[in-house]
Structure formats: C-alpha cells, structure tokens
C-alpha cells in the first residue's frame, strides 16, 4: 500500500468577503432601497423600477456607513 498525501492548495482556501465593509471591514454591506426610489418605482412603474435599482445604497450592517 502506497500513502498518498493529498494537498490541499491553500491559495484556494482564501475567502475574498464580497460586500465587506471597506470602513470597518467587520460589518457586510447590504443594499437598501431608499424611500425616493421606492415611491418612484410605484408612481413611474415600470420605468421606475429602473430609479429604484439606480437609487439603492449600500449601507453596513456593522457601523452604518453609507457607500
Ligand atoms: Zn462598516
């Protein structure tokens, strides 16, 4: 019986956190719908959906900064 030793690649293992916080980098940043955007989309619906995606903002769960 041959051992075989498995490599595990550890430049795999690196988890780059996607919608980290770049202020604190411990909260997650999350999009919010900003109530313009919201009222926009129901009174210009459909076309409004488009104000409502473009009006979002990403705030941090963690310490509320606003991208
Ligand atoms: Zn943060």
Do not use: D
């Amino acid at each position: 019986m041959s051992e075989t030793s498995v490599h595990v690649p550890i430049g795999e293992a690196r988890v780059i956190h996607v919608g980290g916080c770049p202020a604190c980098r411990v909260g997650v940043m999350k999009y919010y719908f900003t109530c313009t955007g919201i009222l926009l989309a129901i009174i210009f619906f459909p076309l409004g959906l488009l104000c409502l995606f473009g009006l979002q903002e990403q705030r941090c769960s963690h310490c509320g900064v606003v991208l």
